[in-house]
């Protein structure tokens, strides 16, 4: 070939091995080297205003390199206009499908409702809370949509935590008691009683089932208004942190039938603050314990996004967050942090961002290379690789290092 700006003959017929050479390497490199375009669509879900991607996150994704399509309006639920997410560096499109067509990686916050999971699409990343083990209609549409879904909710960490659940969680267990606090009130089916009491009149009692993060939180909401607060956990361990953290202000009980019982009859108001990461919540209050229940006392069961831990539990929305059973006021809403949208958002994209900018930088690598990002990959081109998942729901489950071919 002539050196110069003539083009060589041989390459203008597609012959010349040196030439293809010289661009099948150029072409290597721009490939190892093209970025991501990652898509954020806005929340359908009932009265959630929250975002997979605030602006802050937007900016940082697209100092990585990454191209970023957000839907429009898709961040006024947090006051965040079209107008910050394009000084942000997106590029806003007018409709959800835009994002679900032209997306490598979408970004969410809850799970993908049926008109999303059946624009999802093999080769595609998705990245958001997903809850599959009490969901079989997703799990299937995920699996027949053949998409890389990784769930926040069981990325771990070097502590064995659940980092990106960690917030929502934090989130979810002080709402819980504003929630209780509220549905205890006459008007609202409740019993008529204040949490915190007032000088001469006993505060309510308040049954936490489960001490871990979102356990904690509830209770420091409501030892902060007074209540009489019982914390009731099967690990040892963590019983005495909780007393250290406390110094006495709660009472622990090692959870067994009799105690669960007595805790129970004797609250007004129960939060259900169980969890095994990916499997359906454990049952631990059955209809029958409810008819030795006061009548008005309410139960907040914020493990309904695994089932619920209460044997009458159904899902709620923020619409109609309550129904009542046996003269027992149940709130379920299953997006309970989508209330309080600016300090949910904020603190989910906190704890996200990290593991996403991973993901869009390295793709499935990132995931094949870091245990605690393949912890989180719950579905894999038709397959569950999440085994508690898999279990609940009857399919074979897949290790993940088994269905991950990365070059």
Known sequence: ??????????????????????????????????????GCPKEIKNHEYRVGLTPGSVRE????????????????????????????????????????????????????????????REGQVLYTYLHLAPDPE????????????????????????????????????????????????????????????????????????????VGLHAAKMAVGLGADVS??????????????IFNGRVHTRYSTIDALEEEVFSADLVIGAVLIPGAAAPKLVTREMLSGMKKGAVIVDVAIDQGGCFETSHATTHSEPT????????????????????????????????????????????????RHLRAGLNVHRGRVTNAPVAEALGYDSHAPESVLHVA
């Open 231 to 244: 914390i009731l956990d099967r690990s040892i361990p963590r019983l005495r942190q909780l007393d250290d």
């Open 138 to 213: 997703q799990t299937r549409g995920l699996l027949n949509s053949g998409v890389t879904a990784v769930a926040y909710e069981t990325v771990t960490d070097e502590r064995g935590g659940l980092p990106l659940l960690a917030p929502m969680s934090e989130v979810a267990g002080r709402l819980a008691i504003q929630a209780g606090a509220t549905s205890l009130q006459k008007a609202n089916g409740g019993r008529g009683i204040l949490l915190g009491g007032v000088p001469g009149v006993l505060p309510a009692k308040v049954a936490i089932i489960g001490g871990g993060v």
């Open 323 to 370: 129904y009542e059973v046996d003269g027992i006021v149940h709130y379920c809403v299953a997006n309970m942090p989508g209330a309080v949208p600016i300090t949910s958002a904020h603190a989910l994209n906190n704890a996200t961002l990290y593991y996403g900018l991973q993901l869009a930088d390295r793709g499935l690598k990132a995931i094949a290379e870091d």
């Open 1 to 38: 070939m002539r050196r110069g700006t003539r083009l060589c003959k041989d390459i203008l017929a597609g012959i010349c091995f040196p030439c293809l050479i010289i661009n099948a390497a150029k072409a290597d490199r721009q490939e190892r080297n093209a970025k991501m375009r990652v």
């Open 61 to 120: 994704y697209v100092a990585h390199g990454h191209e970023v399509i957000v839907e429009t309006k898709a961040g006024a639920g947090i006051g965040a206009d079209d107008d910050a997410y394009r000084a942000a560096g997106a590029r806003i499109v007018p409709a959800a499908k835009d994002v679900f067509e032209k997306a490598d990686m979408v970004v969410k916050v809850k799970e993908p409702q049926p008109s999303e999971w059946t624009q999802l």
